[in-house]
């Protein structure tokens, strides 16, 4: 049975001894006396205060306790009281059972609405996902449900729709409002091989695209997914909160015992009377807002997270971020546009970029985009290629018409013969902030090629906001070193590490450790080992599944000043965990000893059923705390000239 139904059946048959109480002193009696009381009880002990007891006998077999063990001991002991004195004709508190059944149901009833609140960020994505696609099937446009398109379907999306699923634009162009997705408020214009995101809206053109990720793997249905795991985990301070409930129960136990022996047996108060005080501190002790502390902040901090397209996978990096002192940073793609284009050839132009083009087809780096496009530009057919092979760290070598030719870095031209005048060219370039690559034919560089991929408009902003919040920026790239700190003068970091080997980027995040927590900010694959060593990993949302998986945190719009808004995010999240959990141990320490009768004689005491109302609220007030999390300002800088 529901918390919700539980709550309004122990509320109904209460009413009726609340009116008893009320009207006693005007001579009005409740139909039946005690016995009319007993059944009421009864049956709320039975329905709705069940559960309870089921629960705490549950722990008690595994040798443990939990918030239940003290909810099912205070209302037993009154209900169980209450059947003696009846019997023996004292006087009753079946009341006292009741009520506190029905003011810890109504604490629930409260949490269980404000945390599906809290949680309605996952329900609102699943919501966004479009229900049909326009696909072409059989030489014509047809309306499919969603579940029935698959990848490689062209997808037609007409002004106003929403695109079904992940694809690329095969035909058309149009702008795409991806707000609802990465929480980008600007429109996006999109053209032939741009991108798409499914639940994202068409604004004011028709389009055709090609479906790339459907189903489960579409990026709005991996949000769901990482939110959803977010919202469930727990950060690792929860495992001292468990620590410290496990240990309460049974002290409130003895407390509640020692508090009953001092009120009966050395203060002489009468067996109602000490039973009264020792119900209450059982009841007021219970630590449930202790226990909701940590997962209703988590909960609110992840989904709001999600509006803002900032993931925040699991409660271990909220509390990682509160003590980074350096925050790494991967170039090309994360500081850089990650889009380099041939800005100068030396030496012969149509021999260099035909070597070039040749031996870079078979090569997956970014650069070797670059040198073919500039060579399809300038219609230069690359030559055959044969023996291709890469060197790590270095570049690519292959037989080129019967020549052995190697394309690559500075790294690569230290085992080939440069001509000064060449050397001098490669210094120049590289001052200019451009990425040299070298050309070489039979051991003999013929020619440069220089590319250069500038920094995001976003980037000199994101590092500014980061270096105000006291923290240390570096670079860590396999880029040379020139080139690379004219990149980092350019956005403001404060340390570049040049020269990298894709295998060493983890090795260098591991000696940044030794002077405290790490974030390190990446997007390709060769990023992956040092997201994963990084006390908190950051990908981008542009980068490779590889990297989004090892990452902590995953910035959807791929905007680098999210790196500060999660930061300050998870900060506040965390902060509010630590503010809960005060105000759940504040609570606990001041009630008990209000509870146990420690203030009676200056007419301040507690009894069973208001220490079960001022529980409820506790609780309230701690879920409350956590929803607020949701008007909290994230910090916003204002912009750089």
């Known amino acids: ?358 031996l870079e087809e078979s090569s997956e780096h970014p650069l070797a985009t670059a040198i073919l496009k500039r060579a399809q530009a300038d219609q230069i057919e690359a030559g055959p290629v044969t023996d291709f092979h890469a060197i790590e760290g270095k570049g690519v070598e292959a037989t080129v018409a019967g020549q052995h030719a190697l394309v690559g870095n500075q790294k690569l031209a230290a085992d080939l013969t440069v001509s000064p005048a060449l050397q001098q060219q490669a210094a120049d370039l590289q001052a200019a902030a451009k990425t040299v690559v070298y050309v070489g034919v039979d051991q003999e560089v013929i020619g440069l090629i220089a590319i250069q991929d500038e920094p995001k408009a976003t980037s000199k902003q994101a590092i500014a906001d980061l270096k105000a919040r006291g923290l240390k920026t570096v670079m860590l790239t396999g880029d040379n070193e020139r080139v690379a700190q004219a990149i980092a003068n350019q956005v403001g970091i404060d340390e570049v590490i040049a020269d990298v080997l894709p295998g060493d980027k983890a090795d260098h995040v591991q000696a940044l450790q030794a002077d405290g927590k790490v974030a390190f900010v990446g997007d390709g694959i060769n990023d992956a080992p040092a997201l994963t060593v990084a006390d908190v990993g950051i990908a981008m949302g542009s980068g490779t599944d590889v990297a989004i998986d090892a990452g902590g945190i995953v910035l959807v719009k791929n905007d680098l000043r999210d790196v500060d808004r999660a930061l300050a995010l998870s900060r506040k999240t965390f902060n509010r965990i630590k503010l809960n959990l005060f105000w759940a141990f504040i609570y606990n320490v001041l009630g008990i000893p209000v509870a146990a009768g420690v203030f009676f004689s200056i007419g301040l005491s507690l009894s069973p059923e208001l220490a079960g109302l001022a529980m409820a609220f506790s609780s309230l007030s701690v879920v409350t705390s956590s929803v607020l999390l949701n008007k909290a300002k994230i910090t916003s800088r204002p912009k750089l000239a």
Request: charged fraction near 15%; glycine fraction near 8%.
């Open 1 to 358: 049975m529901s918390i919700s139904k539980r709550f309004w059946i122990s509320l109904i048959l209460s009413l009726p001894m609340l009116a008893n109480m009320l009207l006693m002193p005007f001579g009005w009696m409740l139909p039946g006396g005690a016995w009319t009381q007993l059944v009421l009880t009864t049956i709320i002990m039975v329905i709705s205060a069940g559960p309870f007891v089921q629960s705490a006998w549950a722990s008690f077999k595994k040798h443990h306790s939990n918030m239940d063990t003290l909810v099912a001991v205070g209302t037993a002991t009154a209900y169980l009281y209450s059947i003696y004195a009846m019997v023996t004709n004292q006087a009753v508190f079946f009341e006292s059972a009741a009520f506190v059944t029905t003011f810890v149901l109504l604490g629930q009833v409260f949490e269980e609405r404000m945390r599906n609140n809290a949680s309605n960020a996952v329900e609102k994505l699943v919501n966004l996902q479009a229900k049909h696609a326009e696909v072409y099937r059989d030489g014509q446009y047809v309306q499919l449900p969603i579940d029935e398109v698959v990848a490689g379907d062209l997808v037609r999306v007409k002004p106003g729709q929403k695109i079904p699923v992940d694809g690329v634009i095969v035909e058309g162009h149009s702008t795409v409002d991806e707000s609802m997705v990465t929480g980008e408020s600007m429109p996006v214009a999109k053209k032939t091989s741009d991108a798409v995101i499914g639940a994202t809206i068409n604004s004011d053109g028709t389009f055709v695209f090609k479906a790339s990720k459907v189903g489960g793997d579409t990026m709005l249905a991996q949000i769901v997914e990482l939110v959803k795991k977010a919202q469930n985990s727990h950060a690792p301070i929860q495992k001292l909160t468990d620590k410290v409930s496990d240990i309460f129960v049974p002290v409130v136990m003895m407390l509640a015992i020692a508090t009953f022996l001092v009120w009966y047996v050395f203060l002489s108060a009468s067996l109602a009377q000490a039973l009264i005080f020792a119900v209450a501190v059982v009841v007021i002790a219970c630590p449930c807002a202790l226990g909701l502390a940590t997962p209703t902040a988590l909960m609110v901090g992840t989904g709001r997270g999600a509006k803002m397209g900032i993931l925040i996978k699991n409660g271990e990096v909220l509390e990682a971020v509160n003590d980074v002192k350096t925050v790494v940073f991967d170039k090309t793609g994360t500081i850089t546009v990650g889009q380099p284009r041939v800005t100068d050839v030396v030496g012969n132009q149509s021999r260099v970029l035909a070597v070039a083009a040749g």
